[in-house]
């Protein structure tokens, strides 16, 4: 799936250029003719870093490979609201919609974070926390785009104050969300011949080892379970990893503080929770 996004991206040109071309001449009386120039290098500067963000597997090349994606889709939405040909419209759509569906398949985020493993690791993804993912990861992909460009835009458009404004407000920004949807790919349990590594920085203050003789079970979470929930509300199926011995762990209950707790289960929300568990038995961990 991770190649039939790059291929998808690759048609980009082909597919999304003749929409975006024709929404930018619908638009060309309201703009100058260096902010015409500056929106056609930005879009293929665009093209360029998420195809090398594709090509390249590491956790910042997937955090910046689904920023592109999803302002690519935003991008087609917004050209198709000044396009004139029907034709364009749909293949560009269609295109950025099916490039970034298939960015969001479970288990692409396993192979970009799996290039920053070494040795015997192998990482699974953590999903997103339900708020986050709900209220917060499309405002980021969007204020890291229009924060880092807005600005220059609008003052090649002769727009002066407000170029400025967006400019010296808009460059902290795009960082801050950048930062931000970055750390969620820093969110992963990692198998290591020792056992289980539970690394989230979200839950967890420091990264937690779990070892094979530890953990006696590795389940699909019931309902009524009275497990300690380090999901972080994340939507979706979770697993519970049950410990021959309750251990203390400190959980983050603020910014700067944390809590500690004895914990005898625990609840863990893999984007692939069925790949986990084969994972895990071949591994050597009990699985129920």
Known sequence: MCWLTLLLWITQPFALGPLIADALQGVSGELSNAALNAGSVATWVLWLVVLVSLAVRLPVSLTV??????????????????????????????????????ALVPGVADCYINGASYGEEKRFMLRA??????????????????????????????????????TLGGLPSAVLAFN???????????????????????????????SKRDVVGLAPAEVDT?????????????????????????????????????????LISPSCPADVMQTAKQRGITVA
């Open 65 to 102: 490979a689904r920023i592109g994606l999803g302002n690519a889709f935003l991008l087609s939405v917004w050209a198709a609201t000044f396009a004139s040909q029907t034709l364009s419209v749909v293949l560009g759509i269609a295109v950025s919609v099916s490039a970034c569906a298939t």
């Open 129 to 166: 926390p339900g708020p986050v993912l709900l209220f917060f990861v499309v405002p980021a992909c969007m204020i890291v785009v229009f924060g880092a460009t807005g600005g220059l835009l609008l003052l090649l458009n002769q727009v002066w104050f407000w170029g400025v404004l967006a």
């Open 180 to 210: 931000a949807l970055y750390r969620l790919t820093d969110r992963f349990i990692v198998f290591v011949p020792n056992g289980l590594v539970l690394h989230d920085r979200n839950v967890l203050r420091e990264p937690v080892l779990l």
């Open 226 to 266: 009275n497990a300690t929930d380090l999901t972080a509300s994340a939507l979706g199926l979770a697993l519970e990893v049950k410990l021959r011995a309750p251990i203390k762990l400190s959980l983050v209950s603020g910014r700067n503080s944390t809590e500690e707790h004895q914990i005898k289960s625990l």
